[in-house]
């Protein structure tokens, strides 16, 4: 046996920053992104370790993720040195190794790059198709940078490419959503099928976000209503090009899920490495251990593996992350697998409110000798939030 585990690094670098994004980045500068690879590289050899010693079996990697900030501002040296040093672990032959990208840092070369580091999945952060929203919220990549980076991706890369957009950005009309979507699911990649993947996220407004500032203050107009419907029109045309919606914001081709984020999705472990990088590891009664590493890139640089903050998070807590996490999947959540992870059923008010969504086809319920599985309707899943108030 070996214990299953998955990896996320954080690139804390950006050459500029959305007007959105909270995020933690800082600009990249001199020397600083050799050195910060190399604690990476510490921190990994630590966790890896720790883990081993914890958990008492060895460690087997099934997903890595690097994002950030902007990973494909790394160069070829130190993409090459952060693979080179994870490949030395046993990583599963069926792994899934996935790099956050930039438009406009697109190349054929850094294609070529991140093939000879193993990755087989990459996730462009488009956002928009329009000029006039990019402009509007300061991406560094323009609209024809967009389209530059799906030419190349789509014409060399033979792994597998998500898409990122956010909608209702500012400037975002239907119009211009709807022909950047169809834009997009009009391309073939290089097994000529489409993009298996697409992340359509409906904007959220972070405080002391500049984007959130103007909008405050009245200096960029802003309707949530507007944007809700939006993105319902959004998802309608995803689903009708052949999309599944397995999770609130993440849509695919039959079979082309995002394996590392089903590890949040689906509560198991990961270790996070970085500055800013978030790991959670749970104990056998169903409690966990979740520790942050610093903000301080400095002192992450000196000291990586002692400068993370720690927190337990009580069984309780971890019961209700595994409904909120798990239910926002089209699978929902296994009562038999809430039972091997915590030792007990579901909460009986949780059951009762179960029974009542369910009364009001608002939810689900798939029983097998394997499983039992819960999850929200299509509807159901536009209710979420008020579904996790009611079990508080």
Not at 30 to 33: C, N, P, R, V
Not at 176 to 185: R, W
Not at 262 to 273: A, E, P, T
């Given at each position: ?13 950006c050459?500029?920053?959305c ?10 500068s001199?020397?600083?992104?050799i ?5 990476l ?28 900030g902007?990973?494909s501002?790394?160069?070829?040296i130190q993409l ?12 599963n ?19 070529q790059?991140l093939?000879e580091?193993k ?5 462009c952060?488009?956002q ?18 967009v389209?530059a ?7 060399l ?15 975002e009309?239907?119009q ?10 009009d ?24 984007l ?5 203050t009245?200096q960029?107009?802003?309707d949530?209503?507007?944007s809700?419907s939006?993105?319902l ?8 090009q ?5 999770e609130v ?12 984020n ?12 970085g ?5 959670t590891?749970?104990?056998?009664d169903g ?5 942050t ?6 002192s992450y ?20 992350e595994?409904f ?5 999947t ?23 409110i ?10 689900t319920i ?7 599985l819960?999850?929200l ?6 209710f979420l939030?008020?579904f ?5």
């Open positions: 046996m070996a214990k299953q585990i998955s990896l996320y690094f954080h690139i804390p670098f050459l500029s920053k007007d959105y994004c909270d995020f933690f980045s800082i600009k990249c001199g020397s600083i992104a050195e910060y690879v190399d604690a590289c510490v921190e990994l050899d630590y966790r890896i370790k720790a883990l081993e010693q914890q958990s008492n079996e060895p460690v087997q990697i099934n997903t890595i993720y690097i994002g950030g902007t990973p501002l790394l160069n070829a090459k040195k952060l693979s080179s040093k994870i490949f030395k672990y046993n990583v032959p069926d792994y899934e190794f996935t790099v956050e990208v930039n438009p406009d840092d697109v190349t054929p070369h850094l294609l790059v093939e580091c990755v087989n999945r990459i996730s952060g488009v928009s198709f329009s000029q006039t929203v990019l402009k509007s919220v300061h991406r560094r990549a323009d609209s024809a940078q389209i980076a799906l030419d190349c991706m789509t014409t890369w033979k792994g597998k490419i998500s898409v990122d957009l956010i909608c209702g950005l500012p400037g009309t239907e211009s959503l709807l022909e950047g979507l169809k834009k997009l699911c391309y073939k990649g290089f097994d000529n099928q489409p993009i298996p993947h697409i992340s359509f996220y409906s904007l959220s407004l972070e405080e002391n976000t500049p959130y500032n103007r909008i405050s009245g960029t107009d802003y949530s209503d507007f809700d939006l993105w029109k959004g998802r309608d045309f995803l689903l009708s052949g999309y599944e919606q397995y914001s993440n849509f695919c081709l039959k079979g082309n899920e995002c394996r590392h089903m590890v949040y999705w689906q509560s198991k472990d990961y270790l996070g490495i500055s800013g990088a978030t790991g590891l749970h104990n056998k409690s966990a251990i979740r520790y590493g610093t903000s301080d890139i400095a640089i000196k000291e990586s593996v002692n400068t993370c903050t720690k927190e337990i998070i009580s069984a309780q807590t971890a019961q209700f595994y909120m996490m798990g239910l926002r089209s699978n929902g959540i296994d009562r038999h697998c809430f039972k091997s992870i915590f030792g007990t059923d579901f909460p009986q008010k949780t059951q009762k179960i029974a009542q969504w369910q009364e009001k086809g608002l939810m798939k029983k097998d000798p394997d499983c039992e819960y999850s309707t299509k509807e159901g899943l536009l939030n008020t996790l108030e009611q079990i508080i």
